[in-house]
């Protein structure tokens, strides 16, 4: 599972996982060089407009979940396996 997170001025925004992350950043790009002017950002359900001028400054990162089925312990545990 991916989450991307976008944080503007130092607040975070996490996006939904359709949302096609060339495009929120080519227009956030494109209101980083025009007047002042709102980008739109929503993780689904929720939607926030972030107003975006020349000196905003933006950070986008994907985090990737890693963990593999190993990294997890069993539910219960075979005790008529072990010796004791």
Avoid: C
């Amino acid at each position: 599972m991916k989450l991307t997170h976008v944080e503007i001025d130092g607040r975070d925004f996490i996006l939904s996982g359709e949302r096609d992350l060339v495009h929120v950043m080519s227009q956030i790009e494109a209101a980083a060089a025009s007047p002042p002017a709102f980008v739109d950002l929503s993780d689904g359900d929720d939607l926030v407009s972030v107003l975006i001028h020349s000196t905003s400054r933006v950070v986008v990162s994907v985090e990737t979940d890693q963990r593999s089925s190993a990294d997890y312990e069993p539910l219960s545990y075979p005790n008529n396996d072990w010796d004791w």
